[in-house]
């Protein structure tokens, strides 16, 4: 056999050169994505999940596990975490990973279906798919109360929300002449994440309200903030004075007919806050000739004008009512039907009193 040339030996060398070296490539790519896999796949199932208050992981009624991430927390501290509980096999594969992604974990609550990969764990919490948790605060309910509701769903203790609702500084943020955020809490429907505190909760109830304003009156950031007062006081009384929504304008237009000619309001809601918020008794079943006598700035039945604050959290229909109130001549109004919850409006006393024997539909003018 012919002997090789120079130039093909070479060629063969580099050949075989080239060989190994795909090899050892082949040898290397298949140990990295071995130790990637190893590393990257859910823990093994016989091995116990160990949970501690610390950890802030606490195991759900349907298996899953959920997991608190604090606002700054880092993503080493959250890989430290997931491997002390037994969650993820490896915190340094986690910390590489999350060098490599160089996306910032979103603080909130998160559902963890386990088996899971540190890759599925670290997608979930990056795009923050937290968990949002639903409560309903109902309208013309007071700051005690929905504290109560936020302590009775498990979101914070009512003391919390109390401090937060009358904390000066956020009361200053809005702008509020008041001494709490009472009246300017929107009842509505809510989707909060886990770990809200009650300073979050009370700023966007309050954002809430005057988003909902604007939606009524989109003029109203040029309105004197003492006026925007008397008006959301005034839409706490029509809160808890109305049953049925297409009255709510006419018993505004009643008040601000009352406040016009310096007559007392006589609400009897506002009796009632003296004696549920301020004297701390239960809610009377009726209201006693004594109760309308009590000296408290509140009571409209002996103080004319509008009280000091609102009493209640008004809705959309009673904050409506306030800003486009009906134009009558009514200065009163009694309930004349309590199933349907509809009332008698009246223009003079004798009428009024005539009214507690007639059970008929008002006639509007």
């Known amino acids: 056999m012919a002997k090789l040339s120079k130039k093909s030996s070479i060629i063969i060398t580099l050949i075989k050169i080239f060989s ?32 501690t208050e610390n950890d802030a992981i606490r195991l759900d009624e349907d298996g899953t596990y959920l997991i608190d991430i604090r606002r700054g927390e880092t993503s080493q501290s959250v890989g430290l975490r997931l491997e002390r509980t037994g969650i993820i096999k490896n915190r340094y594969f986690w910390n590489l990973y999350c060098r490599y992604k160089k996306e910032h974990i979103k603080a909130g609550t998160y559902r963890l279906e386990l088996p899971a990969t540190q890759m599925e764990i670290h997608n979930l919490l990056v795009n923050g798919r937290e968990i949002l948790h639903r409560i309903t605060i109902p309208e013309g309910v007071t700051i005690r109360r929905a504290a109560l509701i ?23 943020f809005y702008g509020i002449p008041n001494d709490s955020m009472e009246g300017y809490l929107f009842p509505d429907t809510y989707l909060f994440p886990g770990g809200y505190s009650a300073n979050q909760i009370v700023r966007k109830m309050a954002d809430t309200f005057f988003a909902k304003i604007e939606s009524i009156d989109p003029d109203f950031a040029g309105m004197d903030m003492k006026e925007l007062n008397e008006k959301v006081i005034l839409a706490s009384i029509v809160e808890r004075e109305y049953r049925v929504a297409e009255e709510a304008p006419v018993m505004a237009g009643v008040f601000y007919n009352r406040i016009r000619i310096r007559m007392a309001l006589q609400s009897c809601a506002t009796v009632e806050y003296i004696i549920t918020e301020i004297q701390g008794k239960p809610h009377p079943n009726v209201l006693l000739y004594r109760d309308l006598e009590i000296r408290n700035p509140y009571n409209t039945y002996i103080y004319p004008g509008l009280p000091p604050g609102p009493i209640s959290a008004p809705g959309i229909v009673s904050l409506n009512a306030v800003m486009n109130p009906a134009e009558t001549n009514f200065l009163y109004f009694r309930l004349t039907d309590p199933a349907s919850g509809r009332h008698y409006f009246s223009r003079t006393h004798d009428e009024h009193i005539r009214a507690g024997q007639l059970i008929t539909k008002p006639t509007w003018p």
């Open 150 to 172: 936020f302590e009775e769903m498990g979101f914070c203790t009512a003391e919390d929300f109390l401090t937060a609702a009358n904390d000066p500084e956020i009361i200053s």
């Open 20 to 51: 190994i070296l795909i090899v050892l490539f082949l040898i290397l790519a298949a140990a990295a994505i071995g130790t990637l896999m190893y590393f990257n796949a859910p823990a093994k199932d016989d091995k116990p999940i160990i949970l």
